[in-house]
């Protein structure tokens, strides 16, 4: 039986559309690049080569360690929730892919904290991404 090939999960926004990574590649080439990362999350970016502009490409990740299926599908939920009405309220560089790693802390704490300090993440990469050097390692 010939096996049927799985599309790119994609979710519409109102400029994009969000499209999660899907070759291991991608995710090996991300993790080499550029981090930020504060006590729920560590955001990895970088230029992609072989990457649609038109969408956006971001994978949320929640190791096994964080807990059973139930809280780490959890876990994306939020983050998914959270950038979807993030692309609405900044102006993110469709040329750059994102992967969301979540940490520990996320499961337990507030929404809107969580919330709010993904944002900063995000302003701080947009400024970040305008200057000429980059040197930033946490």
């Known amino acids: ?45 970088k230029k992609l080569n072989n990457k649609n502009n038109k969408k956006f490409n971001i994978s949320f990740v929640a ?35 994102y992967l969301v790693m979540a940490k520990k802390m996320i499961f337990d704490e507030k929404y809107i904290n969580v919330k709010k300090s993904i944002l900063i993440d995000f302003k701080k990469i947009k400024w970040l991404r305008n200057e000429k050097y980059f040197y930033y390692n946490n």
């Open 1 to 45: 039986k010939k096996k049927k090939k799985r599309k790119k999960k994609t979710h519409s926004l109102m400029k994009s559309k969000i499209a999660s990574l899907s070759k291991n590649t991608e995710f090996k080439s991300l993790l080499s690049g550029k981090k930020i990362s504060n006590k729920y999350s560590t955001i990895f970016f």
């Open 63 to 97: 190791k096994k360690k964080l807990g059973n299926a139930v809280i780490r599908n959890k876990i994306k939920r939020r983050l998914r929730n959270i950038m979807n009405e993030a692309c609405k309220k900044i102006d993110i560089n469709l040329n750059y892919s």
